[in-house]
Nanobody
Framework: QVQLVESGGGLVQPGGPLRLSCAAS????????MGWFRQAPGKEREFVAA????????YFGDPVKGRVTISRDNTKNTMTVHMNSLKPEDTADYYC????????????????????WGQGTQVTVSS
């Protein structure tokens, strides 16, 4: 079972960049497809980005498409997401997640396809 810890959240100026990292432990990181989700108060969890086991394939949610990149380093058991041109509506708790062998449709960004979750990191976009 893999444990996930997010870092990098905080207060971000509108229009500014954001970098979030996810550190994994307790499992074979390269066996998991990985994803980022976010949840704003009163809203459902929303897909941000996902990346395949080797990093060769990436997928993005519509609200962030064109503003976000995702990468992973299987030698360091880490995953990183960069987002630019942040908007107040990007304010949310951001979660790192891992999809195991049972997950066939993780690439669609369905949170139910992800088995393991971090505790989340809060991002506030405000001046």
């Amino acid at each position: 079972q893999v444990q996930l810890v997010e870092s990098g959240g905080g207060l971000v100026q509108p229009g500014g960049p954001l970098r979030l990292s996810c550190a994994a432990s307790g499992g074979t990181f390269s066996k998991y497809a990985m994803g980022w989700f976010r949840q704003a108060p009163g809203k459902e969890r929303e897909f941000v980005a996902a990346i395949s086991w080797t990093g060769a394939n990436t997928y993005f949610g519509d609200p962030v498409k064109g503003r976000v990149t995702i990468s992973r380093d299987n030698t360091k058991n880490t995953m990183t997401v960069h987002m630019n041109s942040l908007k107040p509506e990007d304010t949310a708790d951001y979660y790192c997640a891992a999809a195991g062998d049972r997950s066939l449709y993780w690439w669609k960004g369905d949170p139910y396809e992800f088995d393991y979750w971090g505790q989340g990191t809060q991002v506030t976009v405000s001046s």
